[in-house]
C-alpha cells in the first residue's frame, strides 16, 4: 500500500487499513492507474485544456479538483516517468498481492480497473510507436480477463469502421491527420475574408472528409458527441462526477442496450444490467480524433 501510494501528495494510510490491507490495497492500485491516465492526458487535447488540467490539479478533491493525483513532488512528469520508464510502479499495480484484493473487490470496481489497465497499456503503445514493455506479459498473465476486453473494444472499433477500409479511422488507407484539404482562393472583389469565418471552413472541409472513415452507425454518436460535449478548446471539460453534461453523455449509450433487453425477454428472462458503464473507452473509440479527456474531464474539439 504505501508503495503505491509514495508517488502521491496525499498518502496518508491508518494503521487499521494496512492490518488488512486488501481494499486499501486496491484503491491505491486504481487511484494510481486513474493518475497516470489523467496526468498524460487521452484523445484528442488541445492546449488550452492542458493547461486546465494542470490548474484543475491545485485544486482539492473534496472541491471537484484534482488533488487526489497530484503528485509528491508538483511535477506530473515526473511521476509519469516514474510509470513510463521504470518498472517498479508497473509490477507492483500488477502484483500477486493486488490480484487477490482484486478478486475481493466488487464487480463495478474490478471492471473499472480492467478498463484503466488495458487504457493505460494502449496509451504507453501510443507514446512508444505501438510498442509495449516486456514486463506487459506478467501483467497479462496475472489478469486474464484484459483479453476478453480488448476482444470487445475490438468489435466496437470494427462497428465504427466503414465496411471495406483497410484500417480503423483512415480514408482510402491515409490516417485522419493526413487528409489534405486545398486551400482554395478568396472571395476576390479585392475583399479579405474573415480568419475566423476561414478557419471554420477549412476545418469544417477537413472534418467532413475525416467523417467519412467512420461507419454511419458512428459518425451518428460523433454529431451527438460535438453537440453534448463543450469544447476542449475555449470550454470548461465536463466532469465525470458532477457535470449535468457528463450524465447526457452517458445517456447517449443507452439506446444501444435495447436490443439486449428485447432479446432477454423474447428468451423469457430479464435482461442483464450493467455492472460498470465504460464510458471513457467507448467515448475515445467512438469519438477518436475528436474526444479529449484529462484530469479536468471530457470534451469535444470544437472552435471557440
Known sequence: VKRLAAPFRECASSEEELERPQEA?????????????????????????????????????????????????????????????????????????????????????????LCALSRVAQLEGQRSGGCVREAWSAVWETFPELTLWQELLALLRKRCQVHGRAARGTVDGLRPEDCFIPEEDGPGDGQESDPRQEKRRKKGAKDDEVEHAFSQWARRWRRMLRAVLPGGEAGTAASWSVSAAARRCLALFRTEARGAADVAARRGSAPAEWAFVPAADLLLIVGEGLVGSTLEGVFADALP
Open 25 to 113: 490495497l486496491f484503491a491505491a492500485a486504481a487511484r494510481l492507474l486513474g493518475a497516470v491516465l489523467a496526468l498524460a492526458s487521452e484523445g484528442q487535447v488541445p492546449a488550452n485544456a492542458r493547461r486546465r488540467a494542470a490548474s484543475c490539479l491545485q485544486v482539492a478533491s473534496s472541491q471537484g479538483g484534482g488533488s487526489w493525483a497530484a503528485p509528491l513532488g508538483g511535477s506530473s512528469k515526473g511521476l509519469l516517468s516514474a510509470w513510463f520508464q521504470e518498472l517498479g510502479l508497473l509490477q507492483a499495480a500488477s502484483s500477486p498481492p493486488v490480484r487477490r484484493s482484486y478478486d475481493c473487490a466488487p464487480k463495478r470496481y474490478r471492471a473499472q480497473f
